[in-house]
């Protein structure tokens, strides 16, 4: 596609449900990477996949959060029993590899998630 | 559509140079301008700029942003080989607290 996408755009969820979050990256980029940002805060890393190595997962704040990327393109990251202080913009970046100098991410619109 | 341009695309200048790099923006409901440094993985944040902090530094970096040119330039003074790396800049908006980033410029410095 034209660049990378994610859905939904916005989300509400009451306290203690699942949600599932979804990111198509760019055709062909093998990295793709998870972030959430809450607001004036930075980004803060959550997982990221690169090819078929294993994922990782150091940025994972609890293991109520878990991700997959299938086929080595689409990619959902799942948040289990959510909490108000998940509460946030996700955003999915991919790029052609393991981001260097000479590397750009390129970024999606982000999921607003908002847990009640 | 909201849209964050930076320029130039790629810059290479020598160590001890001084560098300016340029964002512009196009973002209904404005809120807050960031600043990042991606080397590897992860972003590092640098600035937020918004309507009340419109000028940040720190060592040899400073920013400033321009309300009424909707734009914000980064300044990198004396230049060193670890700042090497893609410099990003975002704009988050209100109401949905989206982020929109631009490109980045990929900056360069040779020894």
């Known amino acids: 596609g034209a660049g990378v996408s994610q859905s939904p755009s916005n989300k509400v969820t009451e306290k203690g449900k699942d949600v599932e979050l979804r990111c198509d990256p760019i055709s062909g980029h093998t990295a793709l990477y998870w972030y959430r940002q809450s607001l004036g805060q930075g980004l803060e890393f959550l997982i990221y996949f690169q090819g078929n190595s294993a994922p990782d997962k150091s940025g994972l704040p609890s293991d109520r959060f878990s991700a997959e990327r299938t086929g080595g393109s689409v990619s959902t990251l799942t948040i289990q029993r959510t909490q108000q202080e998940d509460s946030a913009v996700y955003l999915c970046?991919?790029?052609?590899?393991?981001?260097?100098?000479?590397?750009?991410?390129?970024f999606g619109p982000g999921t607003r998630l908002t847990v009640l | 559509e909201d849209k964050v341009v930076q320029s130039p695309l790629s810059l290479v200048v020598h160590e001890g140079d001084t560098v300016t790099l340029n964002c512009s923006y196009e973002?209904?409901?404005?809120?807050?301008l960031l600043w990042y440094k991606q080397e590897k993985k992860a972003p590092t944040f640098l600035f937020m700029l918004t309507s009340s902090g419109i000028e940040k530094k720190s060592g040899r970096l400073s920013s400033i942003l321009d309300k009424k040119e909707l734009s914000s330039i980064l300044n990198i003074t004396a230049t060193q080989t670890g700042d090497s790396a893609i410099y990003l800049c975002?704009?988050?908006?209100?109401?949905?607290?989206?982020?929109?980033f631009g490109k980045g410029t990929r900056l360069h410095i040779l020894p």
């Open positions: 973002v209904t409901n404005f809120r807050s």
């Open positions: 970046a991919s790029s052609l590899r393991l981001a260097g100098v000479g590397d750009t991410q390129y």
């Open positions: 975002a704009v988050e908006r209100y109401g949905d607290d989206k982020i929109i």
